[in-house]
Nanobody
């Protein structure tokens, strides 16, 4: 069974930084993608940044390019999202999702999982406010 646990959210002032962590266990897929998605109140879920283990590709939403960085530590089974220069519009619940299939990062982030073989954490709140 795949387990996904996010951590690292919190309250930060505009211009500040946070690092989110996504610890994943129980993965037995040969190919999979991992992504950070966020959802703000009254808004649809947005793919923020994704990484494909299948082809090594990464994706960043235009709204976070140059500010956020996704990375993996395979020894710790953890994916990180380093968020710099945070803005109030980054406020949302951030979810980490894993899907077991061959898919590139762009497709996974832009279209989301197929809903057949995906696993999610409970989310971590990020609030950017002065």
């Amino acid at each position: 069974q795949v387990h996904v646990v996010e951590s690292g959210g919190g309250l930060v002032q505009p211009g500040g930084s946070l690092r989110l962590s996504c610890e994943i266990s129980g993965v037995t897929f040969d190919y999979y993608a991992i992504g950070w998605f966020r959802q703000a109140p009254g808004k649809e879920r947005e793919g923020v940044s994704c990484i494909s283990v299948a082809d090594g590709s990464t994706f960043y939403a235009d709204s976070v390019k140059g500010r956020f960085t996704i990375s993996r530590d395979d020894a710790k089974n953890t994916v990180y999202l380093q968020m710099n220069t945070l803005k109030p519009e980054d406020t949302a619940v951030y979810f980490c999702g894993v899907e077991g299939r061959w898919v590139n990062a762009d497709l996974f982030c832009l279209r989301g999982p197929l809903g057949v073989n995906d696993y999610w954490g409970h989310g971590t709140q990020v609030t950017v406010s002065s």
